[in-house]
């Protein structure tokens, strides 16, 4: 695990420590452009049925961008976290 995987690592597991349920961690959605499994159309349409919901568009990353891009993933989840403490 390089440098950046363990700085996603620590902040994600953050969330637990913020006392949050999962409906609250999905307020955030990251996507990328170029996932395979979760085209980013259904994102979208996602996020516009879902009231509240942020949508944050990664320029890659593919369906686990959180491993694959960790910088790119935290950058688009950091505002979000720092609403919640």
């Known amino acids: 695990m390089d440098a950046a995987q363990a700085t996603a690592r620590s902040r994600s597991v953050c969330l637990h420590g913020l006392g949050r349920s999962p409906a609250d ?3 955030v959605a ?3 452009r170029d996932d395979h499994y979760v085209p980013l159309d259904f994102a979208v349409a996602a996020v516009a049925r879902t009231p509240g ?3 944050r568009i990664l320029a890659s990353g593919g369906h686990h961008a959180h491993v694959n891009r960790p910088a790119l993933w935290i950058d688009a ?3 979000w976290l720092a ?3």
């Open 53 to 55: 919901r942020e949508l």
């Open 25 to 27: 961690w999905s307020a």
């Open 30 to 32: 990251p996507a990328a």
């Open 83 to 85: 609403r919640l403490a």
């Open 77 to 79: 989840v950091t505002p």
